[in-house]
Antibody, heavy 116, light 109 residues
């Protein structure tokens, strides 16, 4: 069974750093891109970027380029999304999903709350 | 960047009725690379349709997708109680970013 399991909810202060994770199982992890999607409270879905675990090739949306870093550790089938300096506006639910085009499997989401 | 505009914003219907959701692209979506997702409160999105008209695994046949170029439609032939949710379209035919529409909420009338 294909599964993407994300790390738990985080509460951080502005300016802090954060790295959240997404572990895949039940399929060949290196064969499919992992995408990160943001959903701000009460809002729609935003495509942030994706990574190909096979060679770590990464693509970003211009809206998120330079704001976040997407990485992968294929030895443990895990993709990451990280911030070096969080802002209150980063408060959102973050989903990982499988697929470089459409996404057929999704993680359960990681809620990130940034508040002083 | 391709902008997707979904309409209507909210659709108020009764169980058993037909729902027709629209997704219009700012430029042609290549190879009909258009997907539809369903999202219920507190849940992750679920893939319904890909390639504009192919149902994902396990999706009931009351869901159907159609369209090409810049105009796409998701139709739910007879609404079941579990179908009341928010629906998003997504295009994946162009270079990143792969964009989502703003969503259509299907609510119980």
């Amino acid at each position: 069974e294909v599964q993407l399991v994300q790390s738990g909810a985080e509460v951080k202060k502005p300016g802090e750093s954060l790295k959240i994770s997404c572990q895949g199982s039940g399929y060949t992890f290196t064969n499919y891109r992992i995408v990160w999607v943001r959903q701000m409270p009460g809002k729609g879905l935003e495509w942030m970027g994706n990574i190909y675990p096979g060679d770590s090739n990464t693509r970003y949306s211009p809206s998120f380029q330079g704001q976040v870093t997407i990485s992968v550790d294929k030895s443990i089938n895990t993709a990451y999304l990280q911030w070096s300096s969080l802002k209150a506006s980063d408060t959102a639910m973050y989903y990982c999903a499988r697929g470089g085009g459409y996404s057929d499997y999704w993680g359960q989401g990681t809620l990130v709350t940034v508040s002083s | 960047e391709i902008v997707l505009t979904q309409s209507p914003g909210t659709l108020s219907l009764s169980p058993g009725e037909r729902a027709t959701l629209s997704c219009r692209a700012s430029q042609s979506v290549s190879s009909s690379s258009l997907a539809w997702y369903q999202q219920k409160p507190g849940q992750a999105p679920r893939l319904l349709i890909y390639g504009a008209s192919s149902r994902a695994t396990g999706i009931p046949d009351r869901f159907s997708g159609s369209g090409s170029g810049t105009d796409f439609t998701l139709t739910i032939s007879r609404l079941e109680p579990e179908d009341f949710a928010v629906y998003y379209c997504q295009q994946y035919g162009s270079s990143p970013p792969l964009t989502f529409g703003g969503g259509t909420k299907v609510e119980i009338k």
